[in-house]
């Protein structure tokens, strides 16, 4: 079956062959994600395909802060003049290569997006922000609704009052 868990850093997943096509993902699953959610830098959500432990994918959320002058000007007209807005930050998202094109990075994206749509009820965030790493990545959270920064082309941002049409 598989779910979406919380990272367990007592070895239960084993991450060590992820492998999603972008190095840097695949070594941040391995070797570095367990020290950020130790140190509450991130927290890191990975899908298995139980009883197996193997990761087939997983994503990264963090508290954020974006600058109002890179939103668009009828979001930003919404907000007040503060220099900084808070956000929530979906870091990486990534699926082993040998589970893409099956749907698990779309239900991982809905499963952020509703965690921190939950979540910024409790911490206000107006936006949730994705840092995409090529052109490819760019157009499959275009695909989801997300907008492009002003001068910053691989940032893009998805207003949370936006979530709460389709998935509350
Ligand atoms: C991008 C990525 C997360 C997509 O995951 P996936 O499981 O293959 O995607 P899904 O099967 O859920 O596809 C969902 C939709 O997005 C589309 N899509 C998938 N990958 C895409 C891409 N690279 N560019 C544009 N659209 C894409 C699919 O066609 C599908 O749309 P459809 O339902 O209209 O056909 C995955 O390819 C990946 O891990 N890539 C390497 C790491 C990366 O670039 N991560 C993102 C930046 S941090």
């Known amino acids: 079956m598989v779910k979406i868990d919380p990272l367990d850093d007592s070895r239960k997943h084993n991450r060590s062959n992820f492998c999603c096509g972008q190095e840097s993902l695949d070594n941040y699953i391995r070797k570095q994600a367990s020290q950020d959610l130790k140190k509450r830098v991130s927290t890191v959500f990975v899908l298995v395909d139980a009883p197996e432990s193997n990761v087939l994918a997983y994503y990264t959320l963090s508290s954020y802060a974006i600058d109002i002058k890179g939103l668009d000007e ?20 990534a699926v082993d290569k040998s589970q893409q094109g099956k749907g698990f990075g779309e239900l991982l994206l809905l499963d952020a997006l509703k965690k921190s749509l939950d979540t910024s009820k409790q911490v206000a965030s107006v936006a949730v922000i994705v840092e995409a790493l090529d052109d490819k990545s760019v157009s499959f959270y275009v695909k989801y609704g997300f907008q492009r920064f002003e001068n910053e082309p691989m940032k893009l941002y998805l207003p949370m009052k936006s979530i709460k049409v389709g998935i509350e």
Do not use: S, V
């Open 74 to 93: 009828a979001f930003a007209k919404q907000m007040p003049l503060y220099p900084l807005l808070p956000a929530t930050l979906l870091g990486r998202l």
